[in-house]
């Protein structure tokens, strides 16, 4: 989150920044109430200051054995009924302050450029040439449903649209996805860690799905816990309140999970395949660093997730987001888009992300140094090493054979056992 001090010392270049990214804010109310918290906080102190003389002058009287003046001992009453109340108002006070400033989104890196949505995003580069296929590339749904490794008939039945069903070699498949992917991060230094599915709302209010994403989020409203969207968030929340050497930075995790999504505002859009599930596996990297080598770490995040890619030769680009598509609390990021063949277009696989002090902040993770006996909010990174489930589908479009078959990625196959699914 942002801090209110920073808001008021930067009002105007605050609110342009949130005209970048189409939001507008009430900051006046804001700093109206931050006044109100400030006149409120210095009453008290000074009705507290005011009752702790008196008490010290009638304690003093009474170890003289000296007579309390008539009426002090009701005054003192008084003073703390007044403090009580003010402390109450104080407390509403903090809470609009707190609630307003929890729906302020990140404010973008200078170096983002300014646009109103996706269509402002700017190509970086283009990684890898999509294949020319002799026929007709098919997507893949049909080719899932054909090879018998995909059924979404089924996974309709049991739960809904928008789920899979996977069989058969899929299920090898995507294991094979998965135990690929969290070896190769951890080669490159990320430390494995798996996490609870269910988080608290103070998690969720961490990373920044709460308050802003409430609709978007599956609640288990009995136990007041929510099914996590994404890794990040039990990642993430790991050094919640927690202040690390700075020696010990940076901090690199990977984490598989499986990850829920109402995808309440995208109706109408991918209700057919893997592209845009409620229920989907994915492997997370989350970084914890230092601010001074934030923009560095996220580069090499973006290779680190790129490389996946590459690895299994997989057409993609790098497109960096615009202020209007940024997510709430980036303040950059970079988007890897995958080549799906049938789909004859770009499909974003992973998205990369610095958040600076952002979630720190909302979090309460700091660092520390011998030098500075002050702490600091440390920076939070993260990105997808990728998404599991449109990996299998860019597999599936981009390897898929004449005859209905796919071959299996070389690199995939000491996890497969097979190098090919073919029709039964």
């Given at each position: 989150?942002?801090?209110?001090?920073?808001?008021?010392?930067?009002?105007?270049?605050?609110?342009?920044?949130?005209?970048?990214?189409?939001?507008?804010?009430?900051?006046?109310?804001?700093?109206?109430?931050?006044?109100?918290r400030k006149t409120a906080a210095g009453e008290i102190d000074q009705l507290r200051l005011k009752k702790n003389n008196i008490s010290a002058q009638t304690g003093k009287l009474k170890i003289e054995s000296k007579e309390i003046p008539h009426g002090v001992?009701?005054?003192?009453?008084?003073?703390?009924?007044?403090?009580?109340?003010?402390?109450?108002?104080?407390?509403?006070?903090?809470?609009?302050?707190?609630?307003?400033?929890?729906?302020?989104?990140?404010?973008?890196?200078?170096?983002?450029?300014?646009?109103?949505d996706e269509k402002d995003n700017k190509i970086i580069r283009y990684i890898g040439t999509p294949k020319k296929f002799s026929f007709q590339p098919k997507h893949h749904w049909h080719i899932g449903e054909n090879l018998d490794i995909l059924d979404f008939?089924?996974?309709?039945?049991?739960?809904?649209?928008?789920?899979?069903?996977?069989?058969?070699?899929?299920?090898?498949?995507?294991?094979?996805?998965?135990?690929?992917?969290?070896?190769?991060?951890?080669?490159?230094?990320?430390?494995?860690?798996?996490?609870?599915?269910?988080?608290?709302?103070?998690?969720?209010?961490?990373?920044?799905?709460?308050?802003?994403?409430?609709?978007?989020?599956?609640?288990?409203?009995?136990?007041?816990?929510?099914?996590?969207?994404?890794?990040?968030?039990?990642?993430?929340?790991?050094?919640?309140?927690?202040?690390?050497?700075?020696?010990?930075?940076?901090?690199?995790?990977?984490?598989?999970?499986?990850?829920?999504?109402?995808?309440?505002?995208?109706?109408?859009?991918?209700?057919?395949?893997?592209?845009?599930?409620?229920?989907?596996?994915?492997?997370?990297?989350?970084?914890?660093?230092?601010?001074?080598?934030?923009?560095?770490?996220?580069?090499?995040?973006?290779?680190?997730?790129?490389?996946?890619?590459?690895?299994?030769?997989?057409?993609?680009?790098?497109?960096?987001?615009?202020?209007?598509?940024?997510?709430?609390?980036?303040?950059?990021?970079?988007?890897?888009?995958?080549?799906?063949?049938?789909?004859?277009?770009?499909?974003?696989?992973?998205?990369?992300?610095?958040?600076?002090?952002?979630?720190?902040?909302?979090?309460?993770?700091?660092?520390?140094?011998?030098?500075?006996?002050?702490?600091?909010?440390?920076?939070?990174?993260?990105?997808?090493?990728?998404?599991?489930?449109?990996?299998?589908?860019?597999?599936?479009?981009?390897?898929?054979?004449?005859?209905?078959?796919?071959?299996?990625?070389?690199?995939?196959?000491?996890?497969?056992?097979?190098?090919?699914?073919?029709?039964?």
């Amino acid at each position: 989150m942002l801090d209110i001090k920073f808001i008021r010392e930067n009002i105007e270049s605050v609110k342009q920044a949130m005209l970048n990214r189409n939001n507008c804010f009430n900051f006046d109310q804001l700093l109206k109430l931050d006044d109100e918290r400030k006149t409120a906080a210095g009453e008290i102190d000074q009705l507290r200051l005011k009752k702790n003389n008196i008490s010290a002058q009638t304690g003093k009287l009474k170890i003289e054995s000296k007579e309390i003046p008539h009426g002090v001992l009701e005054e003192i009453n008084e003073l703390k009924d007044k403090i009580q109340e003010q402390e109450k108002q104080l407390v509403a006070i903090e809470s609009q302050i707190e609630d307003f400033i929890l729906r302020i989104p990140n404010i973008p890196d200078e170096s983002v450029p300014v646009g109103k949505d996706e269509k402002d995003n700017k190509i970086i580069r283009y990684i890898g040439t999509p294949k020319k296929f002799s026929f007709q590339p098919k997507h893949h749904w049909h080719i899932g449903e054909n090879l018998d490794i995909l059924d979404f008939t089924t996974a309709s039945k049991i739960s809904g649209s928008r789920f899979a069903v996977l069989k058969n070699e899929g299920c090898v498949l995507e294991r094979a996805i998965i135990s690929f992917f969290l070896d190769l991060h951890k080669k490159k230094g990320y430390k494995e860690i798996m996490l609870p599915y269910l988080v608290n709302k103070t998690s969720m209010i961490g990373t920044g799905q709460l308050p802003k994403f409430e609709d978007d989020v599956y609640k288990c409203s009995k136990d007041d816990l929510y099914l996590i969207p994404t890794a990040e968030i039990s990642v993430t929340n790991i050094y919640r309140d927690t202040i690390l050497e700075k020696s010990c930075l940076p901090q690199k995790y990977v984490s598989y999970s499986a990850c829920f999504r109402r995808e309440s505002g995208t109706y109408g859009k991918d209700t057919k395949g893997l592209i845009r599930n409620h229920q989907f596996n994915k492997v997370e990297l989350v970084k914890f660093v230092s601010p001074e080598s934030s923009n560095e770490e996220l580069e090499t995040l973006v290779l680190d997730a790129g490389n996946v890619l590459e690895l299994l030769e997989l057409p993609y680009r790098v497109s960096l987001l615009s202020t209007g598509d940024l997510g709430f609390s980036a303040a950059k990021t970079y988007d890897l888009e995958v080549w799906l063949a049938g789909s004859g277009m770009y499909r974003e696989i992973s998205s990369c992300s610095n958040f600076k002090d952002f979630q720190a902040r909302r979090m309460n993770i700091k660092y520390k140094t011998s030098q500075n006996k002050k702490n600091n909010f440390l920076h939070t990174l993260n990105g997808s090493g990728v998404a599991v489930g449109r990996t299998f589908a860019a597999i599936l479009e981009n390897y898929q054979q004449e005859d209905g078959s796919v071959i299996i990625p070389e690199v995939l196959r000491k996890y497969t056992g097979f190098d090919s699914i073919k029709s039964k």
